[in-house]
């Protein structure tokens, strides 16, 4: 429940970044010594992941955002559909899983609100590693009982979890694996960073080429995971909806520019006082600017349906175009719900503004069409009532003590 026209003041602090934590933790599974990982967000799709590894055979203590995961004994190279179901990204224990175990078991994950989102490409760059695959029942079976070995890959289209599905193969396959066509975002070079503390030899990350050489065996490690540059983006919205003052702490700046050059172009003062942070100012007045969502450095498409919220409140008409997934606008109905102008044509939507929006209750489709209409909710007159807010817990550790800390008048109800 938000009661909106509350402009943020004061300071958020971000937490570690989920789509970091999630390939990390798969990388666990790599090594048979101990690996201890900082800044981990317990959140809902970070315990999925956790229970993932346990099913392996793993030992997994979460003290706080420490986890420790030691992955000595794995027992069942596999990933059950029960878990998989609720969590697309556990296709990333395939790899990792193939080149330790030289097998592994995966459930195909379905569909999802926002896509079809198959994983034909993580299973042709391992079939390029030397895996022999096959699908039945809706699990993918790999096998490479010989151990994988290097080759170039090139993936036919950007895919994040398909690159770190793929590194994660490649740091224990015999020989030198090129993939091209790689995924560069931060999340992608933090796991590199972890793989290369474990002993991994892998040059490019957050290139479009990655070369890696294979290594017999890696080992423990410690690593604290970056900042979440998608809950960064998000607070940042949330300061310039609500025509506040907010500094965002515990944040990594270079990770989020193509958002915030958007935001300085429609008006919004951002600045970055001190390393790790940034101030927003909203002062009302907002020029509405186009949004193509790309891959990373491009505009991120985790951050679409929140600028939609935001340019519901500019001057003007707002083409977004989302070039990533193929039914991401879920959003766009709820936010016309409260007063929004937006209009979908295929593959994009285009947003009229200003509009005053008013409090409704609303229904959240996915984790970041629920954040637009938290931010929605912050810039509306009276209560905005979210349901199925279980969606943002995937995402989002302590969203409303965070936005209530920064004055927002948002409680979770029963
Ligand atoms: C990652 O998903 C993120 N998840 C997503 O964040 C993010 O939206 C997405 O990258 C794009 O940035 C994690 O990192 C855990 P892709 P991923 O493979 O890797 C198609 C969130 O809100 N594709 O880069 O699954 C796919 O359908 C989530 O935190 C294939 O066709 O995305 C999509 O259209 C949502 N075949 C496009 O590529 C494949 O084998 C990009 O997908 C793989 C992908």
């Not at 789509?19 to 101990?34: D, G, H, I, K, R």
């Not at 994040?160 to 999340?187: F, H, K, S, Y």
């Not at 890696?218 to 607070?235: K, M, N, Q, S, Y």
């Not at 506040?244 to 003062?269: F, S, W, Y």
């Amino acid at each position: 429940m938000i009661q909106g026209g509350v402009p943020l003041q004061g300071e958020i602090a971000v937490s570690g970044a989920k789509n970091s934590a999630l390939p990390v933790l798969a990388a666990c599974l790599l090594t048979a010594e101990p690996v201890v990982l900082d800044r981990i967000p317990p959140v809902r799709d970070i315990a999925t992941m956790e229970k993932l590894l346990e099913h392996a055979g793993a030992r997994v203590t979460v003290d706080g955002e420490r986890v420790t995961v030691d992955a000595g004994d794995i027992r069942h190279a596999e990933a059950p559909y029960n878990l998989v179901k609720t969590m697309r990204a556990s296709s990333l224990v395939l790899g990792p899983l193939v080149a330790r175990c030289g097998r592994a078991r995966v459930s195909v994950p379905g569909g999802c609100a926002i896509g079809a989102r198959p994983i034909n490409l993580h299973v042709a760059g391992l079939e390029r590693l030397g895996a022999v695959t096959r699908q039945e029942h809706g699990y993918i079976e790999a096998e490479a009982p010989h151990g994988l070995h290097g080759a170039e890959v090139y993936f036919d289209r950007i895919t994040v979890t398909g690159t770190e599905d793929l590194l994660m193969a490649a740091v224990l396959a015999q020989g030198e694996t090129i993939i091209r066509n790689a995924a560069r975002e931060p999340e992608v070079v933090d796991l590199a960073e972890l793989l290369i503390k474990m002993g991994a030899n892998i040059e490019g990350a957050g290139t479009p080429v990655i070369r890696v050489k294979g290594v017999s065996k890696l080992h423990g490690a410690a690593h604290a995971i970056i900042p979440d540059r998608i809950e960064t983006g998000t607070f940042l919205i949330a300061g310039a909806i609500s025509g506040g003052d907010l500094l965002v702490t515990g944040c990594q700046p270079e990770h989020l520019r193509a958002l915030l050059g958007k935001l300085a172009n429609a008006g919004v003062e951002i600045c970055e006082p001190t390393a790790g942070a940034l101030r927003v100012r909203g002062n009302g007045l907002l020029k509405s600017i186009d949004a193509t969502t790309e891959e990373h450095p491009g505009f991120a498409t985790d951050l679409q349906a929140q600028f939609m919220a935001l340019m519901t409140q500019a001057e003007g008409s707002s083409i977004i175009k989302e070039n990533i997934f193929e039914n991401r606008f879920m959003h766009a109905p709820e936010l016309t719900r409260m007063g929004a102008n937006i209009r979908i044509e295929g593959r994009q939507a285009i947003v009229a503004g200003p509009t005053r929006l008013s409090g409704a209750q609303v229904i959240a489709s996915d984790l970041r069409a629920s954040a637009s209409l938290v931010l929605a909710g912050l810039a509306a007159q009276g209560e905005t009532l979210i349901d199925r807010v279980y969606h943002i817990d995937r995402g989002y550790y302590q969203i409303e003590a965070k936005l209530a800390g920064a004055g927002a008048r948002i409680r979770r109800t029963a």
